[in-house]
């Protein structure tokens, strides 16, 4: 089932956004992982209200692509950074627009994940997917709490071998898979 952001949009940063943790965290992350230099065009896929892009437009070129208009309204007023409405599957750029495509915890809500990397691939010289891997998940109380709730993301989140095999089946051949744990997994 498709998450309806347009309704969620407005408050989404305020349960989510910790701008210290994605900087030092995320970005810092993202950019060691994906070897993203200043300078380089980076594609932010499924960027919702903006909270990477931002960041990385400090250094980077920066495009944020979400399907949600209300996301991207919030995004808007974040930065210098372009924003486009656009589905994964058909992304509305010439092949090789993009030195690296950031995937930040996206992949789930991507109906097929192998079509929109295959999508990324055309557009992008390399991509970094930030996801769960459920297989070794631990909720630790809310898994106590809500005993579905780890069945139920199971069944949402791709594999990291399904993903894998997706990223090997387009041009990224050399894929590396970086486990970073963080106190809640």
Do not use: C
Not at 47 to 52: D, I, N, P, S, V
Not at 68 to 82: H, I, T, Y
Not at 118 to 143: F, K, P, Q, Y
């Amino acid at each position: 089932m498709a998450v309806d952001y347009s309704r969620l949009a407005a408050g989404y940063d305020r349960g989510r956004a910790d701008d210290a943790l994605d900087r030092d965290y995320w970005v810092r992350g993202l950019r060691e992982v994906g070897q993203i230099r200043p300078g380089q065009r980076v594609l932010d896929l499924g960027a919702g209200t903006g909270r990477f892009s931002r960041l990385f437009s400090e250094t980077n070129d920066v495009v944020a692509l979400d399907p949600s208009r209300e996301m991207l309204d919030v995004a808007r007023g974040k930065g210098p950074f372009g924003i486009v409405r656009g589905d994964a599957q058909r992304l509305p750029f010439r092949a090789a627009s993009f030195d690296t495509t950031i995937i930040v915890m996206v992949i789930h809500h991507l109906a097929d994940f192998p079509g929109a990397l295959a999508e990324v691939s055309r557009v992008s010289r390399g991509v970094v997917v930030a996801t769960s891997d459920m297989a070794h998940r631990n909720l630790g109380i809310m898994g106590e709490a809500f005993p579905s709730l780890l069945r139920i993301d199971r069944a949402r989140f791709p594999s990291i071998d399904e993903i894998v095999r997706g990223l090997e089946a387009t041009r990224f051949r050399d894929v590396r898979i970086e486990a970073v744990h963080t106190a809640a997994s």
